[in-house]
């Protein structure tokens, strides 16, 4: 089992920064990669950056050259960098974890990017 706890979401205007964080527990040791996702209502989730046990990094196309996926391994976090915000990024960003082929979430921060 892996728990997820994200942090970091909030307000912020049209071209700001935010730092989405997200703390990993459990048998992190197990975990394949990691990713940030994102939902809006009535929207399917959407993956928007994902990073490898090799520290292999993909992201959408939506968010490529804004945001940046990273991580601390001494810490077991991973975070999200989100550059040049706009208000089509507001959504619910969720943290996802695969470990061993199972699925796991975090609760989801909410984003808002006012114009």
């Known amino acids: 089992q892996v728990q997820l706890v994200e942090s970091g979401g909030g307000l912020v205007q049209a071209g700001g920064s935010l730092r989405l964080s997200c703390a990993a527990s459990g048998k992190i040791f197990s975990i394949n990669h990691m990713g940030w996702y994102r939902q809006t209502p009535g929207k399917q989730r959407e993956l928007l950056a994902s990073?490898?046990?090799?520290?292999?990094?993909n992201y959408a196309e939506s968010v490529k050259g804004r945001f940046t996926i990273s991580r601390d391994n001494a810490e077991n976090t991973v975070y999200l960098q989100m550059d040049s915000l706009k208000p089509e990024d507001t959504a619910v960003y969720y943290c996802?974890?695969?470990?061993?082929?199972?699925?796991?979430w975090g609760r989801g921060t909410q984003v808002t990017v006012s114009s």
């Open positions: 990073i490898h046990s090799d520290g292999t990094t």
């Open positions: 996802h974890a695969d470990l061993l082929g199972e699925d796991f």
